[in-house]
């Protein structure tokens, strides 16, 4: 089967390095374009997707918008029979949709209906989720509405990061793909409608959903932070200069919301309920570094309250 692929990230890369190593027939990559990065933005980085079709000498598009009779013209030259679409970055329209004979198919990092959308992790940590996993799923013209055709469940550490988890999806959805593939070659695989009733959202977050708010509990507060690591790091201030945070917990202690409680070994901050230890902390324009060494810096912070 002709299977032309669609991802950017590296939570792409494992379901793109498993049909290789079955021997799929992937004709071509679409991926986004290379980014410029460096204080002169004048060095172009490939997506972790494109690297790995350099190495396996892929066909490779790199459209900005996967739109227009260009893009349509070059997709249809490939000859899909199927499209396999993992953290790409765009919404398809129906007329790439269609291209592939045998349709198009999604690795979704959530079990749908529930967190429909571009942030399934980040939410389902900050929501407290207990369980998550993956979906691939028959797409179509809608926002992760297609037939369910696999799921793969996971628990939620109690202590787990975006990062980690996204981690675990990645492989996780790899192997979801490559099962959900042999269950299709021998017709075995039954789509199921999704029921709209059941149907919870991840939208894209925006810089006021990472920003910590001291006033709700430890939970609550360890949650946030930990939904945004490593990635784009949840913030709040001190003194006027902005402070992420990682790796944090609950933990026990009283004081005004946002006041710092310990600042070495560890950093603890009072919350609306109990407290929080933070593992780790990134000052504005500075790397990150563990929050006992910061601490150890700025001992005159004891005692003052972050916003």
Same mark, same amino acid.
């Given at each position: 089967?002709?299977?032309?692929?669609?991802?950017?990230?590296?939570?792409?890369?494992?379901?793109?390095?498993?049909?290789?190593?079955?021997?799929?027939?992937?004709?071509?990559?679409?991926?986004?374009?290379?980014?410029?990065?460096?204080?002169?933005?004048?060095?172009?980085?490939?997506?972790?997707?494109?690297?790995?079709?350099?190495?396996?000498?892929?066909?490779?598009?790199?459209?900005?918008?996967?739109?227009?009779?260009?893009?349509?013209?070059?997709?249809?030259?490939?000859?899909?029979?199927?499209?396999?679409?993992?953290?790409?970055?765009?919404?398809?329209?129906?007329?790439?949709?269609?291209?592939?004979?045998?349709?198009?198919?999604?690795?979704?990092?959530?079990?749908?209906? #529930?967190?429909?959308?571009?942030?399934?992790?980040?939410?389902?940590?900050? #929501?407290?989720?207990?369980?998550?996993?993956?979906?691939?799923?028959?797409?179509?013209?809608?926002?992760?509405?297609?037939?369910?055709?696999?799921?793969?469940?996971?628990?939620?550490?109690?202590?787990?990061?975006?990062?980690?988890?996204?981690?675990?999806?990645?492989?996780?959805?790899?192997?979801?793909?490559?099962?959900?593939?042999?269950?299709?070659?021998?017709?075995?695989?039954?789509?199921?409608?999704?029921?709209?009733?059941?149907?919870?959202?991840?939208?894209?977050?925006?810089?006021?959903?990472?920003?910590?708010?001291?006033?709700?509990?430890?939970?609550?507060?360890?949650?946030?932070?930990?939904?945004?690591?490593?990635?784009?790091?949840?913030?709040?201030?001190?003194?006027?200069?902005?402070?992420?945070?990682?790796?944090?917990?609950?933990?026990?202690?009283?004081?005004?919301?946002?006041?710092?409680?310990?600042?070495?070994?560890?950093? $603890?901050?009072?919350?609306?309920?109990?407290?929080?230890?933070?593992?780790?902390?990134?000052?504005?324009?500075?790397? $990150?570094?563990?929050?006992?060494?910061?601490?150890?810096?700025?001992?005159?912070?004891?005692?003052?309250?972050?916003?």
């Amino acid at each position: 089967m002709r299977i032309v692929f669609f991802g950017t990230p590296e939570f792409a890369v494992p379901s793109l390095e498993a049909l290789l190593a079955e021997r799929a027939q992937v004709v071509g990559v679409v991926t986004q374009p290379d980014k410029p990065r460096g204080r002169s933005r004048s060095t172009l980085v490939a997506p972790p997707v494109k690297e790995v079709a350099l190495r396996h000498r892929l066909p490779i598009l790199q459209p900005a918008r996967p739109t227009g009779d260009v893009f349509l013209a070059a997709l249809r030259h490939w000859q899909p029979q199927l499209g396999v679409v993992v953290a790409y970055g765009h919404i398809l329209r129906p007329d790439v949709l269609g291209v592939p004979t045998r349709g198009m198919i999604n690795v979704h990092a959530s079990l749908l209906p #529930r967190l429909r959308g571009a942030a399934p992790v980040n939410w389902a940590i900050l #929501r407290g989720e207990t369980e998550t996993g993956i979906t691939i799923q028959q797409l179509d013209a809608g926002m992760d509405t297609g037939p369910i055709l696999n799921q793969s469940a996971t628990a939620i550490q109690p202590d787990e990061t975006a990062g980690s988890l996204l981690s675990r999806l990645a492989v996780l959805g790899a192997e979801s793909l490559v099962e959900a593939l042999a269950l299709m070659r021998l017709g075995l695989l039954r789509p199921r409608v999704q029921d709209p009733a059941l149907a919870t959202y991840a939208p894209k977050y925006d810089r006021a959903a990472t920003r910590v708010n001291w006033a709700s509990d430890a939970l609550a507060v360890s949650r946030r932070i930990r939904a945004f690591d490593p990635a784009p790091g949840a913030w709040t201030t001190l003194a006027g200069q902005e402070l992420k945070l990682f790796g944090a917990r609950p933990s026990a202690g009283t004081g005004t919301p946002g006041e710092v409680l310990e600042l070495s070994p560890t950093l $603890r901050i009072a919350t609306g309920q109990d407290a929080v230890e933070v593992a780790e902390v990134q000052p504005a324009g500075k790397p $990150r570094m563990p929050a006992g060494a910061w601490g150890r810096g700025h001992t005159t912070v004891a005692g003052q309250v972050v916003t």
